[in-house]
């Protein structure tokens, strides 16, 4: 058997890649199905189930299966150390269709400890998108005492030549990895999830992963002028941190600087949230859980670019300081900002992160995630991220990247007419959109605002890209590859554009 580098493990889902037959190599089957004019057809394997006097064509037939991607047919077996054969579906067996088929295998294991398919044989992208998606549709987060042992352990593909997908499935399990980590992060109750807890999390995976770390406590923080997070994080009793992670290899010239959102949990301040609009507050780091997973992974995966991550964590709550509706802060950097919304607190984190990066590291690129608005979802719904750029190159970059890791990010305007809704008679800037004028769009209002920071007047225009994951960074349900709860959205997307 022909085994990843190091042995990849992810959440007691080993993948590999072996030759010889099918039967054998696990205790579930899945063998691939293809539509085709005259009915489904099984596919490579499907001796396997002819061995266990099983007449597939006859099987897919009576149930009308179509040999579309993610539809399994299974078939019990229970003899020859094999529990049952999975007939799954693969479509027009492009990287998205086998997304949605090992998403299916995984979910549907059947019960076996060892699920083998013939599904792929030699197409390194299809290996890819097949291994990842059924290791993140394998994830589980429970802090329950007790907890049922997993019983699903290994996916193996058995192929021609193993050596042509293990470069792709080593890349499918360090991305799973990361996807898995921030899923954990954004999962993590945000009593134990503190400010404080974050950054020791982030220094502690730095060490951990050959990154270099700088955190800033509250008086660091003070000293060195970051108004936006010490006023989001004034109501709280955890006082609020930045740390900042750094990626430099030898030899790298592209400066690339990411920057997460990390409210560890978010009230609305005394601009008070509803208890419903509050239970998933937990998961507003998730910007930043993309960003610190992302980093982690960048050596596994030989990113060559410099990149830097900045992440400000604080605690949005509705303390006796408390940031109050027309309060006056001073972002970093000196613009100064007219607060009218304490929930629109995760911007003027950002904006300080923003506007440091670029007068002080110098960059080629920054791309900020967070989950910003609940606005994005009006247009888009809970399957697209919105993606805004001032730079036409890298939103495709962004674009495509999202593409071939199954994320999906939708370019959304930087409408000119909507910027003077944030002019303030007493400040630089107001932090939410006027509320006399009629212009709604309160996704596009907020990346305007972040514009200002991102490229403030009378810098250097720097190619700048956000993304707006309010909708996708939380699920309410399985499907595919994604699990109910935090997503993860945002890490295959970045380390597919880093390694691009």
Same mark, same amino acid.
């Given at each position: 058997?022909?085994?990843?580098?190091?042995?990849?493990?992810?959440?007691?889902?080993?993948?590999?890649?072996?030759?010889?037959?099918?039967?054998?190599?696990?205790?579930?089957?899945?063998?691939?199905?293809?539509?085709?004019?005259?009915?489904?057809? @099984?596919?490579? %394997?499907?001796? *396997? #189930?002819?061995?266990? =006097? !099983?007449?597939? $064509?006859?099987?897919? /037939?009576? +149930?009308? &299966?179509?040999?579309?991607?993610?539809?399994?047919?299974?078939?019990?077996? @229970?003899?020859? %150390?094999?529990? *049952? #054969?999975?007939?799954? =579906? !693969?479509?027009? $067996?492009?990287?998205? /269709?086998? +997304?949605? &088929?090992?998403?299916?295998?995984?979910?549907?294991?059947?019960?076996?400890?060892?699920?083998?398919?013939?599904?792929?044989?030699?197409?390194?992208?299809?290996?890819? $998108?097949?291994?990842? /998606?059924?290791?993140? &549709?394998?994830?589980?987060?429970?802090?329950?005492?007790?907890?049922?042992?997993?019983?699903?352990?290994?996916?193996?593909?058995?192929?021609?030549?193993?050596?042509?997908?293990?470069?792709?499935?080593?890349?499918?399990?360090?991305?799973?990895?990361?996807?898995?980590?921030?899923?954990?992060?954004?999962?993590?109750?945000?009593?134990?999830?503190?400010?404080?807890?974050?950054?020791?999390?982030a220094a502690q995976i730095a060490g951990d992963t050959g990154l270099t770390a700088t955190v800033w406590d509250e008086r660091r923080l003070a000293a060195d002028g970051f108004g936006g997070i010490l006023a989001v994080g004034r109501g709280s009793a955890r006082p609020p941190r930045l740390v900042q992670l750094e990626h430099a290899p030898a030899g790298a010239t592209e400066h690339v600087v990411l920057v997460g959102k990390g409210i560890t949990f978010d009230t609305?301040?005394?601009?008070?949230?509803?208890?419903?609009?509050?239970?998933?507050?937990?998961?507003?780091?998730?910007?930043?859980?993309?960003?610190?997973?992302?980093?982690?992974?960048?050596?596994?995966?030989?990113?060559?670019?410099?990149?830097?991550?900045?992440?400000?964590?604080?605690?949005?709550?509705?303390?006796?300081?408390?940031?109050?509706?027309?309060?006056?802060?001073?972002?970093?950097?000196?613009?100064?900002?007219?607060?009218?919304?304490?929930?629109?607190?995760?911007?003027?984190?950002?904006?300080?992160?923003?506007?440091?990066?670029?007068?002080?590291?110098?960059?080629?690129?920054?791309?900020?995630?967070?989950?910003?608005?609940?606005?994005?979802?009006?247009?888009?719904?809970?399957?697209?991220?919105?993606?805004?750029?001032?730079?036409?190159?890298?939103?495709?970059?962004?674009?495509?990247?999202?593409?071939?890791?199954?994320?999906?990010?939708?370019?959304?305007?930087?409408?000119?007419?909507?910027?003077?809704?944030?002019?303030?008679?007493?400040?630089?800037?107001?932090?939410?959109?006027?509320?006399?004028?009629?212009?709604?769009?309160?996704?596009?209002?907020?990346?305007?605002?972040?514009?200002?920071?991102?490229?403030?007047?009378?810098?250097?225009?720097?190619?700048?890209?956000?993304?707006?994951?309010?909708?996708?960074?939380?699920?309410?349900?399985?499907?595919?590859?994604?699990?109910?709860?935090?997503?993860?959205?945002?890490?295959?997307?970045?380390?597919?554009?880093?390694?691009?």
């Open positions: 058997m022909s085994g990843l580098r190091e042995g990849a493990l992810i959440m007691s889902l080993r993948v590999e890649a072996t030759t010889g037959p099918l039967v054998g190599a696990g205790d579930v089957l899945a063998v691939p199905v293809h539509p085709g004019d005259g009915g489904a057809r @099984a596919g490579r %394997g499907a001796d *396997a #189930v002819a061995a266990f =006097g !099983v007449d597939a $064509a006859a099987l897919l /037939a009576s +149930r009308e &299966a179509t040999g579309s991607a993610g539809e399994v047919t299974e078939v019990p077996v @229970a003899r020859d %150390g094999v529990r *049952a #054969v999975l007939l799954v =579906g !693969v479509g027009d $067996a492009t990287p998205a /269709a086998m +997304r949605k &088929a090992g998403a299916a295998v995984a979910r549907r294991g059947s019960g076996g400890t060892t699920i083998a398919t013939t599904a792929v044989d030699g197409d390194a992208d299809n290996a890819r $998108a097949f291994a990842e /998606a059924a290791a993140l &549709a394998a994830y589980s987060f429970s802090r329950r005492s007790t907890e049922k042992p997993r019983t699903l352990t290994a996916l193996r593909f058995v192929v021609d030549a193993p050596a042509a997908v293990e470069d792709a499935l080593y890349a499918a399990t360090a991305t799973a990895d990361a996807v898995h980590l921030a899923r954990d992060l954004a999962q993590t109750p945000s009593l134990e999830k503190s400010p404080e807890w974050m950054a020791d999390r609305g301040g005394l601009s008070l949230k509803p208890l419903d609009g509050m239970k998933a507050m937990k998961t507003d780091m998730a910007g930043s859980a993309a960003v610190l997973a992302t980093m982690s992974a960048l050596s596994k995966l030989g990113v060559r670019r410099r990149v830097t991550a900045l992440l400000p964590f604080a605690e949005n709550m509705p303390g006796a300081a408390a940031n109050r509706p027309g309060d006056v802060i001073r972002q970093w950097g000196g613009r100064s900002v007219e607060v009218l919304n304490t929930d629109a607190e995760g911007r003027l984190v950002l904006a300080d992160a923003l506007a440091y990066a670029v007068a002080r590291l110098s960059p080629d690129v920054i791309v900020d995630i967070a989950t910003l608005t609940g606005a994005i979802t009006l247009g888009l719904g809970r399957r697209h991220a919105g993606l805004y750029s001032t730079s036409p190159a890298l939103e495709r970059a962004l674009v495509d990247a999202g593409a071939a890791a199954g994320e999906r990010l939708w370019p959304m305007p930087l409408v000119e007419d909507y910027r003077d809704s944030l002019d303030s008679p007493i400040a630089d800037l107001r932090n939410i959109g006027d509320p006399d004028k009629t212009y709604q769009g309160g996704s596009i209002v907020a990346a305007l605002f972040l514009r200002e920071f991102a490229n403030p007047p009378g810098a250097v225009a720097v190619p700048w890209a956000h993304l707006d994951i309010a909708g996708v960074g939380r699920a309410d349900g399985d499907e595919d590859e994604v699990t109910k709860g935090p997503t993860g959205f945002g890490v295959r997307t970045l380390l597919r554009y880093l390694t691009a």
